[in-house]
């Protein structure tokens, strides 16, 4: 038998995250876009060990709120960097203060792939669902944010998206009222980036001319660093030589792919005195 969760009930569990967003997308005037990766982000930091987060956030002022949102903006920027140096104090003094956690930009440097997938499934899981008829009402009522596609079935383009990080964002056109609490996937003890694709979780490498390394290297190098984490392995020649230039791993979770950057853009890897160098994969259409 199908039980249902109403679209209320789901509104009241979710109740704090909606007083946060309504506050900045309403109450502050903030750009509805930048305003749902705000909530996302925060989303995640209460998924990596960062408790009650909005529950905190739904407590203060509207003016330090504000300026919480400058800062969440700032590490959405800082997402987009590579190789940057953090500033002096790390960037984040108010955040620290309020969630009562020690948190610095260095952590989004250290976990920006895990951060970026997370976020973009944040946004289709959770903030799609919750945030629906708060976003209908700012963006019916702000006609230069919101471009409705031909057909009245189809949903609502929030302006912003795609964002060149974090993908798409749209309305939903319907409700999700059909969300059957008998399945027991939805139950399931998962992570907003468990599900992400393999694109999310895949490194290109390149190899030295000259010093050929083999399938069999690659393997043993990243196993015995990173454990199991080798979902799917692709070596491929570049010329007419017998030797292979570069090859692409798809791991088995994206938080990999920040334990083997460490924070860089690349990462140089040696053996058996052959050198790998590896980055994350950015597909070319």
């Known amino acids: ?26 109450k502050l005037g903030r750009d ?19 408790p009650n987060v909005i529950s905190k956030l739904a407590n203060i002022s509207d003016i330090i ?3 919480l949102a400058d800062e969440a903006e700032t590490c959405l920027k800082w997402l987009d960097l590579e190789n940057a140096r953090l500033p002096i104090g790390r960037g984040l003094p108010l955040t620290s203060t309020i969630i009562h956690g020690e948190i610095s930009l260095q952590l989004f440097c250290q976990k920006r792939f895990t951060a970026i997938a997370s976020i973009k499934s944040i946004l289709h899981k959770i903030c799609a669902r919750i945030f629906t008829d708060i976003l209908q009402h700012v963006l019916c009522n ?3 944010r919101v471009m409705p596609l031909p ?14 990080l974090f993908g798409s964002f749209m309305i939903p056109p319907t409700s999700f009222e059909e969300l059957d609490l008998c399945d027991p996937r939805i139950w399931e003890n998962k992570g ?9 979780k895949t490194m290109f490498l390149t ?7 083999t399938e069999g290297e690659v393997r043993n190098l990243f196993t015995n ?14 010329d007419t030589s017998d030797q292979v230039l570069f090859a692409t791993l798809v791991l088995k979770k994206v938080e990999t792919v920040d334990q083997i950057l460490n924070g860089k853009h690349i990462a140089k890897f040696r053996i058996n005195g052959k050198h790998i160098w590896t980055r994350k994969y950015e597909r070319r259409d």
């Not at 057909?151 to 060149?164: D, E, M, Q």
């Open 65 to 67: 709120l504000n300026a």
């Open 192 to 200: 907003p980036c468990d599900d992400v694709t393999d694109d999310d």
């Open 32 to 50: 509805p876009a930048q305003s749902l990766l705000i909530m996302a982000l925060w989303l995640w930091l209460e998924n990596i060990g960062f």
């Open 151 to 164: 057909s009245t079935n189809r949903p609502l383009i929030v302006t912003g998206f795609p964002h060149p």
């Open 1 to 26: 038998m199908m039980v249902s969760i109403t679209m209320e009930e789901l509104h009241q569990f979710h109740k704090k995250d909606r007083e946060v967003f309504s506050c900045l997308v309403i």
């Open 225 to 238: 660093a990173f454990g199991d984490c080798i979902k799917a392995l692709n070596m491929s020649n570049s």
């Open 142 to 144: 702000t006609s230069t």
């Open 207 to 213: 190899f030295s001319r000259g010093f050929p390394v």
